[in-house]
């Protein structure tokens, strides 16, 4: 048969111990872990996967390109399954036969009608981007209805990856500490998550850290204070307690300290410096984003019936509002109110 042939006539058996062997999943546990196996078995019937591991046997490397090709298609198929990707509101090409460098789009919604944007007005396109040499350099998934759990072999992407956003949505779990090998990581936002445990001590050692979101996970715990000494962050925003009657979830002395009940963030002196609701609606229960996570506390969907019943969308996006068209509001049923703004 003709060269690339060869990797079909395997059993499966061995495809899949060779896929394993490649993506370090030798310990015992990662049997038990159903979306490792589903990254795998998407592997052994992907084209690319394969191509890659026959060109490996072939020059018999056990390190290299081929090896670390292979290993950033397997963490990015990996992030996708163990995110809920099935159930991402874009699903931006992943576990397409393209490139994983591939699986991206821009997102261009319209403020006016509630639908998800960029921030900022630049548009900034969801998904994996690469450098030139085809590693993985940013992971932008921010309010992509993601769940699920942070799988540690990010971690292997560490000789490239420089951002992760993934902010806003409901991934549980606890962050893991092999994120502090990923020595090269300008930007690390988790913020607006249902994720659990203490921040793991390995990220102090993130020192080309700029940007740090870390807020609105009320069930994180732990100190953050090794990260201050680092001089290039310009922003730093986590649940430290500085606005009046919040609660201190994690320690940080240089932090913009925000309040999980009231949507605000705060400054040292506890002077509200703004609100960072993200009230777009859900693309499928066309609820407020930041009032559509499972996790959110008693606080603040207290709150959000007493301060922002309703929701205005205009040019710039959404308003709360507390004028329901003079109609009582079922907890959680959210009219748009027609009304124009500058």
């Known amino acids: ?199 793991p001590e390995s990220l102090s050692s993130l020192n080309r850290l700029e940007i740090v979101n870390f807020f609105a996970n009320d069930h994180l715990s732990g100190s953050l204070n090794a990260l201050c000494k680092n001089d290039v962050i310009n922003w730093f925003a986590a649940d430290c307690g500085d606005c009046p009657g919040s609660e201190s979830h994690v320690r940080c002395d240089c932090c913009v300290c925000c309040e999980n009940s009231s949507f605000t963030c705060c400054d040292k002196e506890g002077t509200k410096l703004y609100s960072w609701m993200n009230l777009a609606k859900n693309p499928i229960t066309h609820r407020p984003l930041s009032f559509d996570r499972p996790c959110l506390s008693k606080e603040s969907l207290a709150w959000k019936e007493r301060e922002c019943p309703c929701v205005a969308y205009g040019k710039s996006g959404g308003i709360c509002s507390t004028d329901c068209d003079g109609n009582t509001l079922l907890q959680d049923t959210l009219k748009q109110v027609s009304s124009s703004f500058p």
Request: charged share 20%; hydrophobic share 40%; with cysteine.
């Open 1 to 199: 048969g003709g060269h690339g042939e060869t990797a079909m006539v395997d059993d499966p058996v061995s495809v899949l111990t060779s896929l394993r062997s490649i993506v370090g999943g030798s310990s015992l546990g990662f049997l038990e872990d159903p979306n490792r196996i589903a990254a795998l078995d998407w592997m052994s019937k992907d084209q690319i996967s394969m191509a890659l591991l026959q060109s490996a046997k072939d020059v018999d490397e056990i390190e290299g390109e081929v090896v670390l090709k292979l290993r950033q298609r397997y963490v990015s198929a990996l992030t996708f399954l163990a995110t809920n990707g099935p159930l991402w509101y874009a699903r931006l090409g992943f576990l397409s036969h393209k490139d994983e460098c591939e699986w991206n789009r821009a997102i261009l919604g319209d403020a006016s009608a509630g639908e998800v944007t960029d921030f900022g007005g630049a548009v900034e396109a969801k998904g994996l981007f690469c450098n030139e040499e085809g590693r993985i350099q940013r992971i932008s998934l921010w309010w992509n209805g993601l769940s699920g759990t942070l799988p540690s072999e990010l971690a292997f992407l560490s000789d490239s990856l420089e951002g992760i956003n993934l902010a806003g949505g409901s991934i549980s779990g606890t962050v893991p500490s092999s994120f502090g090998n990923l020595a090269k990581l300008k930007e690390l936002s988790l913020s607006e998550h249902c994720l659990t445990g203490k921040w």
